[in-house]
Nanobody, 120 residues
Framework: QVQMEESGGGLVQAGGSLRLSCGASGIILRIGAMGWYRQAPGKQRELVARITSGGSTNYADSVKGRFTISRDYAKNMVYLQMNSLKPEDTAVYYC??????????????WGQGTQVTVSA
């Protein structure tokens, strides 16, 4: 089994910064794309940022220029640096990874989520 564990959420004032971290552990042969999603109360979960195994990135329009996703391939970690935070960024942030076990089959795994709250 594979576990994804996030950390780094919290309460911050508008204009502030937070850095989220997520590590994958367990039976892992290879990790494909990794990403961050968020879900605000009463809304659907949405993609925030994603990074492929080759390092290509894509971002939601609402966070472009403010958020940066990165990976540490050796440590199976993915990070989300969030700057210039806005109250509308308030949500539970989830880490996601496409992980292959020794059968070669990729499956999507999710973390338990970490709360980010931005006060006005």
């Amino acid at each position: 089994q594979v576990q994804m564990e996030e950390s780094g959420g919290g309460l911050v004032q508008a204009g502030g910064s937070l850095r989220l971290s997520c590590g994958a552990s367990g039976i892992i042969l290879r990790i494909g794309a990794m990403g961050w999603y968020r879900q605000a109360p009463g809304k659907q979960r949405e993609l925030v940022a994603r990074i492929t195994s080759g390092g290509s990135t894509n971002y939601a329009d609402s966070v472009k220029g403010r958020f940066t996703i990165s990976r540490d391939y050796a440590k199976n970690m993915v990070y989300l640096q969030m700057n210039s935070l806005k109250p509308e960024d308030t949500a539970v942030y989830y880490c996601n990874g496409d992980v292959s076990d020794y059968s070669g089959t990729y499956s999507a795994y999710w973390g338990q989520g970490t709360q980010v709250t931005v006060s006005a």
